[in-house]
């Protein structure tokens, strides 16, 4: 039997109000296959965020030894914290076979794109710029100055989407998560990731 | 919404033995969107055969004036008749937004790419060598003489493999056709295939 080398790395990226996080959450609860790659951060831990679950909780002087032994496939500093996703989770996971799930701004996947070409980036959008106005209003936990704020950067994000290999719109979640699905099993039937002497020995085993 | 330009083309070749025609009438039993390219040929009909569904019937002058006007995709000449594939009948179906499905031979299938770089070619194979040959045997309608012809020409088939997009391995034919499905699933949310002026006025309708 003909089998792949290594587990998939899917990166998730969208504008926010495209209902990224709730599509990632229903992703990992489908196969135990999945592994959801935990982010280090300088923030301090909040009330009820567990060490290794929701990220893993490091120093600023740990951080900064960790960018410079090229540790991390990509980071970035929000809000006067850095935030950075780690290259060895990533290459542990995918060499026994786990498909990881990432989720990432533009910016952090077009660098991941660059460490690993084999990678598959998905965009994630809301059907109409409407719909995302009116999902980020709903939430009303945010000022309309925030709200124009995310608007803006959703602009911004939406300009890469053309440098990722998938589109899926948003309507629904359940018809969202059944093509973030097949494009995972297409992925895996990519003939790229099959050893070509795995070829080779099928029609030498004659 | 945002919204492809045309329907896939979607090529599927694979060595006798492999269950090819079983899983393309699967495939076509599962949505009317389907489009399956009928051939033209100058062999004539055998019983039961019906113009329009098994082949188009035509005169080998007829033939060989499409070949000149280019019409064909792909053609070859086996045992005496020539078969080919017309490219108006692929274009009309895809404008339509009907996903075409090609049963064609590797050298068919790579001609499809180079005149279509946007169609998808999966290639199917059975678990082992062994099993290939197991299939070919259990047919019993064939030579032994015939069988190693068949094999002879799988091994130089599976040798094309490595230009084709997919592999799918045809273990059970239920989980094969769950895979097909995937792969066209996907190839439906690749970004190349949506049209980047969509993806700008969808951020211009702010």
Redesign the interface.
């Known amino acids: ?2 089998r792949r080398k290594k587990g998939l790395i899917i990166v998730i990226s969208a504008p926010s109000g495209a209902g990224k996080t709730s599509l990632c959450k229903r992703l990992l609860q489908t196969s135990p296959l999945f592994y959801y790659s935990v982010s280090f951060t300088t923030r301090p831990p909040r009330k009820n965020e567990i060490e290794g679950v929701d990220y893993y909780f490091v120093s600023r002087e740990e951080f900064q030894k960790m960018i410079e032994r090229g540790e991390f496939v990509e980071w970035a500093e929000v809000h006067g914290h850095m935030y950075g996703t780690s290259a060895k989770l990533i290459d542990e996971a995918i060499k026994a076979k786990k498909e990881v799930v990432l989720e990432v701004d533009v910016k952090g996947g077009t660098e991941i794109k660059r460490r690993y070409p084999d990678s598959v980036l998905i ?1 994630l ?1 809301p ?4 719909e995302l ?1 009116k999902r980020l209003r709903n939430r009303m936990t945010e000022s309309d100055k925030e709200i124009k704020q995310r ?1 803006a950067r ?2 911004k994000e ?2 890469y ?2 440098y ?6 948003n ?1 629904d979640i359940n018809k969202a998560l ?2 973030l ?3 995972i ?3 895996r ?3 790229k990731r ?1 050893p ?1 002497e795995e ?1 080779k020995n ?2 030498s ?2």
Chains 1, 2 share one sequence.
């Open positions: 039997m003909i965009f959008l059907p109409s710029w409407e106005e608007l959703a602009k939406v300009e989407a053309p990722y290999d998938y589109l899926v719109i309507d059944e093509k699905l097949a494009i099993e297409a992925e039937c990519r003939m099959f070509t070829l099928f029609i085993n004659e």
